[in-house]
């Protein structure tokens, strides 16, 4: 099973971007569908978005639709998240996460490798 480790998280003004990378290790990283969770302050974890094994197929919560974007590399063992016109509701710890299924999914019951999350902070 593979290790995952995300990077990238920081502050940023509203209206800004960042991207976010989550490196994977071991050999299976392509059979993995990979999706990106959220927890902000007082909040309980929340969806964001998640990309297939062959990232053809992607899905995003409607909070971030259309102003973040998932992509993955299988042959650099790396998931993305690029996330632009960044929201200061935004501000959450966020965390990549590895699922062994088929499509996608939303659910966490679906993900069974977590990374130990980066906060990003968006200030007004």
């Known amino acids: 099973q593979v290790q995952l480790v995300e990077s990238g998280g920081g502050l940023v003004q509203a209206g800004g971007s960042l991207r976010l990378s989550c490196a994977a290790s071991g050999r299976t990283f392509s059979d993995y569908a990979m999706g990106w969770f959220r927890q902000a302050p007082g909040k309980e974890r929340e969806f964001v978005a998640t990309i297939n094994r062959g990232g053809s197929s992607t899905y995003y919560a409607d909070s971030v639709k259309g102003r973040f974007t998932i992509s993955r590399d299988n042959a650099r063992n790396t998931v993305y998240l690029q996330m632009n016109t960044l929201k200061p509701e935004d501000t959450a710890v966020y965390y990549c996460?590895?699922?062994?299924?088929?499509?996608?999914?939303?659910?966490?019951?679906?993900?069974?490798?977590w990374g130990q999350g980066t906060q990003v902070t968006v200030s007004s």
């Open positions: 996460a590895g699922g062994m299924y088929s499509g996608t999914s939303t659910r966490e019951y679906n993900y069974r490798i």
